[in-house]
């Protein structure tokens, strides 16, 4: 029974009582959100990174069923070992004795946000499924006017075309870009480690210490700039003698930087990297070594063959763009010439930010976003998109 505290007038649980606790809602896992009657979601969530799955959170909060479809690490972010710009979140990845990430990092975030989105309600499809194509077709509810409405059927790819399509009355892309890269020897296993391709994320790892910035657009001179705050040496690596960088001003301001060398014509040929035992394993086990790949100098060449350099370096920011994963959305949303989904937001017609070119189809993250490119604001778009995906509704 509830007791009033004679002094603050709260209310006391006592144990006759204790089972009426408020209780963490978090911890209260629900049963998934099921489709109606005819199997159709309210939302479909095609990407499982943060904007995907923030969006997920909001979706099933509002007691919508949705299903989300995606691989279960999570995208990019499961790729990022140092996460220190997500508010409310500094840790990490750690180690086992054996080497196996334990937590922290990017992956712990990944697995908290994916844990919460699953306490709503939230359905997760088999990871393994991979959508093809998305196709309108009439829907067996009419409108509150009798009109005909239309649902979204989300088709597989190759493997996977004996699987039913998932139906929804709406969907939110998700799917996020993909980083170009070199495809050199070892590039995976230095990749977010020592390889990175965020300066703004990773810039403060490397204080006082020498990196290299591969690329020549806008991107590689922002990146130049932000790290020669942090590191003592910063050097850029173009494949041209002219820099694509459309912003001027930023370009000679990266010239005028004391500490930025700029080498031109060259190509990146080698990743050099040694091998640095995990910690808490400190190398003592022969048998069994647990280590990872640490860079430890690029190996660059003239264009005309003609020269060749090896710059010693603690790491180095491949920034030579990335591709969204949007080459199975041509057909269906309007699309940029770079390939990012094509927002309504600028129609003085369209009241939905995320909404795209095609009515109940939203957008989120990297995938309609080339500029700021952050796990935070990936967040916050999905989070916007089931908000719009939800009213649209």
Same mark, same amino acid.
């Given at each position: 029974m509830k007791t009033e505290d004679e002094e603050n007038n709260s209310i006391v649980y006592t144990k006759d009582n204790e089972n009426q606790k408020p209780q963490n809602r978090s911890l209260n896992k629900v049963a998934p959100i099921p489709p109606d009657d005819y199997g159709v979601y309210d939302v479909a969530v095609i990407g499982s990174g943060p904007a995907g799955l923030s969006a997920a959170i909001f979706i099933a909060r509002s007691r919508l069923s949705v299903i989300v479809l995606g691989s279960e690490a999570g995208g990019l972010l499961s790729e990022t070992p140092h996460l220190e710009n997500f508010p409310g979140f500094i840790d990490s990845v750690t180690f086992d004795e054996d080497g196996e990430v334990? &937590?922290?990092? &990017?992956?712990?975030l990944v697995s908290t946000i994916r844990k919460q989105a699953e306490s709503f309600g939230t359905t997760f499809a088999n990871p393994a499924l991979m959508v093809?194509?998305?196709?309108?077709?009439?829907?067996?509810?009419? &409108?509150?006017?009798?009109?005909?409405?239309n649902n979204f059927a989300l088709n597989f790819g190759p493997g996977d075309e004996q699987t039913p399509p998932i139906k929804a009355k709406s969907v939110i892309v998700a799917t996020g870009a993909t980083p170009r890269r070199l495809n050199l020897e070892n590039e995976d296993k230095?990749?977010?480690?020592?390889?990175?391709?965020?300066?703004?994320?990773?810039?403060?790892?490397?204080?006082?210490?020498?990196?290299?910035?591969?690329?020549?657009g806008d991107a590689a001179v922002d990146a130049a700039i932000l790290l020669s705050r942090h590191a003592s040496k910063v050097i850029v690596v173009h494949r041209r003698n002219d820099f694509r960088a459309k912003n001027i001003a930023a370009f000679e301001?990266?010239?005028?930087?004391?500490?930025?060398?700029?080498?031109?014509?060259?190509?990146?040929?080698?990743w050099k990297s040694i091998s640095?035992?995990?910690?808490?394993?400190? &190398?003592?086990?022969?048998?069994?070594?647990?280590?990872?790949?640490?860079?430890?100098a690029v190996e660059i060449e003239s264009r005309d063959g003609l020269d060749s350099k090896t710059i010693s370096c603690d790491g180095a920011f491949l920034m030579i763009g990335a591709t969204p994963n949007t080459r199975w959305l041509r057909d269906t949303v309007g699309l940029h010439e770079n390939g990012l989904v094509r927002l309504n937001s600028g129609s003085t017609s369209s009241t939905f930010t995320t909404a795209t070119s095609l009515p109940g189809i939203?957008?989120?993250?990297?995938v309609q976003d080339g500029i700021y490119r952050q796990a935070i604001t990936a967040s916050a778009q999905g989070a916007m998109a089931a908000i719009d995906a939800e009213r649209w509704l």
């Open positions: 334990v &937590g922290g990092g &990017g992956p712990a093809e194509e998305i196709k309108t077709e009439p829907s067996q509810n009419a &409108g509150q006017n009798g009109e005909t409405l230095l990749w977010g480690n020592s390889l990175h391709n965020c300066a703004l994320c990773d810039a403060p790892i490397y204080d006082e210490k020498t990196v290299v910035v591969v690329g020549g301001l990266m010239k005028q930087t004391p500490n930025v060398e700029i080498l031109t014509p060259y190509n990146v040929k080698a640095v035992p995990l910690e808490g394993n400190n &190398g003592q086990d022969p048998e069994t070594p647990k280590e990872f790949l640490q860079l430890e939203f957008a989120a993250g990297e």
